[in-house]
């Protein structure tokens, strides 16, 4: 499994908890930034993150770190093809894989502590996407979301 991680300044320092917790796992990570916690913007890391988990293949998901988890999750979605999820509980860590089908997921260094983040990613990373018929339609509806306002 690969997997892209990006933070801002507020997520530096889960950034490389998460990072460690997944390499425990054997769980291969490719680090975006930024290398220090000077003032960042929030969109440029989830640019970056986001158009790795749709232009490669083998990158499976992508992890996002600011204050409140909010900017990263807002800034994600706009890159087409990406389902990011703004997790802050462990239902909606289970939610967001089954439910959902998250491709991103997105948290806020001001929101949980560092032990319940790593708790929800174990979460996410032990549940399936749900092959429910009915949730299969939505996730398949969202992607085909367009506005022509
Ligand atoms: C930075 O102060 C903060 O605004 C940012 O990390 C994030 O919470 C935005 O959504």
Redesign the pocket.
Known sequence: MRVAIGS????YKFKDSIKKHLREKDIEVLDFGPNNDEASD?PDYAKIVAEKVIQDPECDLGILI???????S?SANKIKGIRAALISTKFTAQSAKAHNHANVITF???VNTIQEVLDFIDIFLETENSQEPRHIKRVEKMGQLESKL
């Open positions: 801002d300044h507020a997520g929030y600011c204050g409140t988890g909010i900017g990263m807002i806020g260094s001001r």
